[in-house]
């Protein structure tokens, strides 16, 4: 445990590597990418604040900013660093302060709104979530969930989960809605003129091909700026692909890896 901060450990290669999880996840979520990866990483991955086992986020502080403060020490100059969803966000803000650390990147469908501004599905995508932010705001965490997971949760139906995960859901829905500032409006400056040309390491973003419209262009315009970065798409995938296609995560992952020490 670190700062507040749950780890699960895995594999025994030489390089190291840390693994983010999404929005509403768990470190252990990264088990089936992990295995495929055992002989060449060993890999850190914490459940993130307000998630797993690890302490709650602070009220009154921005949650994206909680999470790089809890993450950030867990950084070793050659790191690779691998992220999901929401927890691909963070790792890509650590490797833009930090970009002389980092091996490499790997971003799984990262949810950064904010890069898809003046694209087609930017706004479309917005009005869709109002579907989970307006029960939110009013109290109906229940509601909030199921919207939450039909948008998001990657063609899981929400009456095959059981009640525990439903309530914990539920329960996690203000965190959501806190994540706002960080994601559709880039209050932190991801997006800003000249930083993303900064990052010179290997990055590579990876996306199903069933997932929500709005990743694709995402990736986009983080493709268009970013020196050194490939785009994946994994057929048949949604948004869950860490969980759902493990061996095409971990193979892009190995990639890298081979980028790095060529």
Known sequence: MTAGLVLREMGQGADRALLLHCGQGVSGMWKGVARLLADRLTMVAPDLPGHG?????????DVHDQACDAIRPLLR??????GHSFGATVALRLALEAPERIATLTVVEPVLFAAARGSASFATH???EEAFYAPTRSGDLATAAREMNRIWGGGVKWDSLRSEAQALLARQMPFVAATEPALWHDCHGLMAAGRLEQLACPVALIRGSETVPVIADI???LMARLPCAT???VAGAGHMLTVTHPEDVARVVAAQLDLATA
């Open 53 to 61: 086992r690890s302490a709650p986020f602070a009220p009154g502080r």
């Open 77 to 82: 100059d050659g790191i690779h660093v691998v």
């Open 219 to 221: 990736h986009r315009g």
């Open 126 to 128: 917005q009005a869709a």
């Open 231 to 233: 785009d994946h798409v």
